[in-house]
């Protein structure tokens, strides 16, 4: 149970100098951050896309995010002494400098995992306003009624994913099962703070490679491609200002 657990107190608590050794002393916090995050094929994927970008994945299994953890410990080794693939020409200036700088660090460097329950410590992690993207990628999918607010979208989380996403930050949710589907666009749709936005304008906007790991690059993402299950993609952007 959570009790078990050791949580930081505040995100001023978190060694992310121990998570992120490479970047130690630039004072970087993560930017994007994988809310159940499974076996860490979005992270994996998306490492040396963004390679200056700190990403944080969040998952509540023990066995699960030792694997994770142990996974990205040996993609550093194996790549300690490569340097950083240059993004592609195409690729246009979005996200947080995806073009790597002469400082950035071998691959693999930016991405790191904390066992915890999302569902109650995100904000011991992350300062207010500091997340450019949250991914909600296949979640459980808690079919029957009674297990509803086990869902890790509902008005109160939302509100907690609005206070850590900074103002023009994104949530990505993708879910092969249509009830979960229609249930966290209903959520994302009536809460204030966020407004939809399309596949088509995220594309237009340089987010084309964090879409298609959203879509491919997870280990439940891959297993709906094998089973030709169809995925609902809903995104929305944390609104600039607060109408209130
Ligand atoms: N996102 C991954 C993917 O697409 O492959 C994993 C999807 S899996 C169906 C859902 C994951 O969320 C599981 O690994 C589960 O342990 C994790 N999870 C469920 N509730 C959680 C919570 N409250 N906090 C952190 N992780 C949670």
């Not at 060694?15 to 159940?36: E, M, Q, R, V």
């Not at 990628?137 to 009674?146: A, G, T, V, Y």
Request: charged residues 25%.
């Amino acid at each position: 149970s959570d009790h078990a657990l050791a949580y930081p107190a505040s995100p001023d608590d978190v060694d992310w100098d121990s998570h992120y050794p490479a970047f130690a002393g630039t004072g970087k916090t993560p930017a994007f951050a994988d809310i159940g995050c499974g076996f860490g094929g979005l992270l994996i994927e998306l490492a040396t896309k963004y390679p200056d970008t700190l990403m944080l994945g969040m998952e509540i299994r023990v066995q699960v995010s030792q694997y994770v953890h142990d996974r990205i410990v040996a993609l550093r080794a194996l790549n300690a002494h490569s340097t950083p693939e240059p993004a592609p020409e195409s690729l246009p200036s979005v996200e947080p400098t995806p073009v790597p700088s002469s400082s950035t660090p071998s691959p693999y460097q930016n991405v790191s995992i904390v066992r915890a329950n999302s569902m109650k410590f995100m904000s011991n992690y992350f300062h207010k306003h500091t997340l450019s993207a949250l991914f909600f990628l296949f979640p459980d999918p808690h079919f029957k009624s009674r297990k509803h607010k086990a869902r890790i979208i509902s008005p109160t989380l939302l509100a907690e994913y609005a206070y850590v996403l900074k103002p023009g930050g994104i949530v990505y949710t993708i879910t092969d099962v249509k009830d979960l589907a229609d249930w966290m666009r209903t959520h994302l749709e009536q809460f204030p703070l966020f407004e939809p936005m399309s596949e088509e304008d995220l594309r237009k906007e340089g987010k084309g490679p964090i879409l298609d790991a959203v879509y491919n690059g997870t280990e439940e993402g891959k297993k709906v491609e094998r089973n030709q299950g169809e995925k609902w993609l809903a995104c929305f952007r944390r609104i600039e200002v607060e109408r209130i």
